[in-house]
């Protein structure tokens, strides 16, 4: 198969979530790279309210499609859901624009970090304890020492949810959240979905 000329490189970033201002960041930084090897970037955003703008004015999804359609291959720099979740190579692929990254699948898998967590564990791959939890939950009831990681489960931000006094029966300061590095998480917002705490290995 002949190797594909590539000149033209569409770059996604920002998102409708809490990790717009990363992704913009990102993106920035990738453009950076197209362009010092001498490529045409083709700098493409995805607003705080998932619409799309060019040159940071609003266009038409069918407009943005054409120019992505226009481009050799795809870079999308996109956190968090919606973005790095498999729902923008799903829409890459369906127009067939090639892409950098993860397909549809894996990136479904790998930004729910709880389903992550099962299907390393069923290959034998060790993980940090951890559990699915909601605000009914009593802190006596939990089988993991401190300290923990807390996240929203399945929505996954780039920071760990400030814990919420009162939930489980403890206050942050006896609840401390330990270093990401160390941990393997799942949680969720305390009020309105289910939790999941993870302690370090």
Known sequence: MPERTIR???VIGGGANDEHDVSLASAAAVV?????????????????RGGWRVDDAPV????????LASCDIAFPVLHGVDGEDGAVAGLLRL????????????????????????V???LGIRTAPGMLVDGRVDAADLSLEPPFVVKPW??????????TPGVFGMSPSTLPVA???TMTWVARDTKTRPVALSTDT
């Open 8 to 10: 033209r490189v569409a």
């Open 32 to 48: 950076r790279a197209v362009r010092a090897l001498d490529l045409t970037a083709v700098p493409l955003t995805i607003d705080r």
């Open 60 to 67: 038409p999804p069918a407009e943005a499609i054409h120019l």
């Open 95 to 118: 127009t067939r624009v090639p892409f950098v990254g993860s397909p549809v699948r894996a990136g479904a898998l790998g930004m729910d970090k709880w389903v992550t967590k099962l």
């Open 120 to 122: 390393a564990e069923e």
């Open 154 to 163: 399945p929505a996954f931000g780039a920071k760990p949810t400030p814990w």
């Open 179 to 181: 270093p990401s590095t």
